[in-house]
Nanobody, 127 residues
Framework: QVQLAQSGGGLVQAGESLRLSCAVS????????MAWFRQAPGKEREFTAG????????YYADSVKGRFIISRDNAKNTLYLQMNSLKPEDTAVYFCATGTGYAIKAEYRLSSDYDTWGQGTQVTVFS
C-alpha cells in the first residue's frame, strides 16, 4: 500500500518561492506516475503538474508553466514541486498524488488517474 507524506508550504509574498515535498513509501517509487494538484477555496481540485513513472516526462497546467518545476529524487523516494514567482492566485491547498493503474495515456491530468493522495498542505501568497 502506497503512503504519501507531504511537507513544505506556508505563507509567502508574491514573487517569492516555495518548495513542496512528498515522501513516498510502500511501493517501487520509480514505477509510479505522480502529480501535484491544488484546490483553492470554493473551487474544484485542479491538475497542476505531473511526472511520468519510468520516463520522467513532465507536464504542467498552463497557469504554472514556466514558474513551477516538478521533480523526483528516486534515491530518496520523494517528489518535489518547486514554485517560483508565486502569485496570489496560486493560493490553495496542494496535494501530491500517485497512480498505479495500467492505462496508457500521453498525460495524466485527471484526478481519476491517481489512486493515492497526500494529506494536503496550505500555500498562501499575499500581494
Amino acid at each position: 500500500q502506497v503512503q504519501l507524506a507531504q511537507s513544505g508550504g506556508g505563507l509567502v509574498q508574491a514573487g517569492e518561492s516555495l518548495r513542496l515535498s512528498c515522501a513516498v513509501s510502500g511501493r517501487t517509487f520509480i514505477a509510479l506516475r505522480m502529480a501535484w494538484f491544488r484546490q483553492a477555496p470554493g473551487k474544484e481540485r485542479e491538475f497542476t503538474a505531473g511526472i511520468k513513472g519510468l520516463s520522467g516526462t513532465t507536464y504542467y497546467a498552463d497557469s504554472v508553466k514556466g514558474r513551477f518545476i516538478i521533480s523526483r529524487d528516486n534515491a530518496k523516494n520523494t517528489l518535489y514541486l518547486q514554485m517560483n514567482s508565486l502569485k496570489p492566485e496560486d493560493t490553495a491547498v496542494y496535494f501530491c498524488a500517485t497512480g498505479t493503474g495500467y492505462a496508457i495515456k500521453a498525460e495524466y491530468r485527471l484526478s481519476s488517474d491517481y489512486d493515492t493522495w497526500g494529506q494536503g498542505t496550505q500555500v498562501t501568497v499575499f500581494s
